[in-house]
């Protein structure tokens, strides 16, 4: 059987309560996730339209997360804050099992996106201290793993929630998603504190990080890839209910599919690509992306015979990019911060993904409404950006591979 080297995983002992966690929250936001603006159009009876932007404004209201996160996270622990912010995400959905009105929504999408916000700008840091040395990266790659398996067990169960037609199904999403989060807060309290303890002692400013421009243009690429990223949840049920000739369970099998892609072979692509330089790899995902969204766009004029086979190809091109992404990204950032500081990095590294998330929605949704192709091409066009910015700065940056 091969070692548990061989498979790119790190040593796990006394620290399986964080993955459960992440695997249990996950599981939750897969069935969750994608069903949100579905929730605001057919529960609450909100056009779509404003759904997106309602959603966009709360994450809007969320921005400042990552920075107080890099200010407060040496003093409290990441643990603290991870837990902290289960439970908040818990209580939001918790109101939106239970809420209808429009001011009552919002705040619940507040508080939620703001949990979100702390819970990434969080996570990598704790991931960070349970590692052993040498570690690191792996922890990386195999906490993304437990998460997208969760997130491909969800899928499942939004794609078969969604297949049952009128308003409990979303229903149903919102209370599973609230369970889910108070069930991962409670075991990662669970984690022994010997697993959780910072090794770095970070205590003053992140060092010249608002004078550091090349991290600060990888911050830029990377929000342009965590926008693809996001695109495949966020608007791939819409494009299924609301126009493509396909079976609505196709949506839940798809995202799974993405999602078990994420799920296996994570730690096998770190292993693979943390000794090359991992702004080419990002490259290599930034076209893969701009493909897929080519072939999204193109969905609208496939014949109907063929269109599930072009669906279902074009899908397996996302999760091949974001599988590369993911397993790179945060790898990308450590290696590249200095040592000090490299907690508060790592949290405003964040911000890549705290601006899509607050563009995502409203970006979608203004776009679909304006034409189905519309929110795709213009996906591709930016993953093109983003991939030819990386290659122009990667030049520029030391060695990536440590």
Not at 61 to 71: E, K, L, M, N
Not at 205 to 224: E, S
Request: with cysteine; net charge positive.
């Amino acid at each position: 059987m091969p070692s548990a080297i061989s498979l790119g995983l790190p040593n796990v002992r006394g620290r399986l309560p964080l993955l459960i966690g992440l695997a249990i929250d996950s599981f939750g936001g897969g069935c969750a996730g994608p069903l949100l603006l579905l929730y605001f159009v057919r529960v609450a009876d909100i056009p779509l339209g404003t759904a997106g932007v309602l959603l966009t404004v709360a994450t809007l209201f969320s921005i400042a997360a990552p920075a107080a996160v890099g200010v407060v996270i040496d003093r409290i622990g990441p643990r603290n804050l991870v837990v902290g912010a289960q439970f908040a995400q818990g209580l939001a959905f918790t109101g939106f099992f239970f809420g209808r009105s429009l001011w009552l929504l919002f705040l619940c999408a507040l508080v939620t996106t703001t949990g979100q916000r702390v819970f990434w700008s969080s996570i990598f840091s704790l991931l960070a201290d349970v590692a052993d040395e040498g570690d690191r990266d792996r922890w990386f790659g195999l906490g993304g793993m437990m998460q997208a398996g969760g997130f491909a067990l969800g899928g499942l169960a939004a794609g078969a929630l969604l297949a049952i037609g009128g308003t409990t199904p979303f229903l149903i999403a919102m209370a599973v998603n609230a369970v889910t989060f108070y069930l991962a807060g409670v075991l990662l309290m669970g984690l022994h504190a010997s697993h959780h303890q910072r090794t770095v002692e970070d205590t003053g400013p992140a060092p010249l990080l608002r004078k550091d421009r090349p991290f600060l243009t990888l911050i830029a690429a990377n929000t342009l890839f965590a926008l693809c990223v996001m695109m495949l949840s966020i608007g791939l049920p819409v494009y299924v209910a609301e126009v493509l000739p396909v079976p609505k369970w196709l949506v839940g099998v798809l995202l799974a599919a993405a999602s078990v892609v994420l799920a296996t072979g994570q730690t096998l692509v770190v292993r693979h690509t943390e000794k090359r330089r991992r702004t080419s790899v990002m490259v290599v995902a930034g076209v893969v992306w701009a493909v897929w969204g080519l072939l999204m766009a193109s969905l609208t004029q496939v014949p109907g015979p063929v269109l599930v086979v072009v669906l279902v190809v074009a899908t397996a091109l996302y999760a091949f990019a974001d599988l590369l992404h993911a397993a790179t990204n945060n790898a990308l950032a450590a290696s590249v911060a200095p040592m000090a500081g490299r907690g508060k990095y790592l949290s405003y590294w964040q911000y890549s993904f705290t601006f899509a998330s607050v563009l995502a929605p409203a970006y979608f949704a203004q776009l679909f409404e304006a034409r189905h192709e519309l929110p795709w091409l213009a996906t591709a066009l930016l993953a093109l950006v983003a991939a030819g910015t990386l290659a122009v700065v990667g030049r520029t940056l030391p060695d990536q591979s440590d």
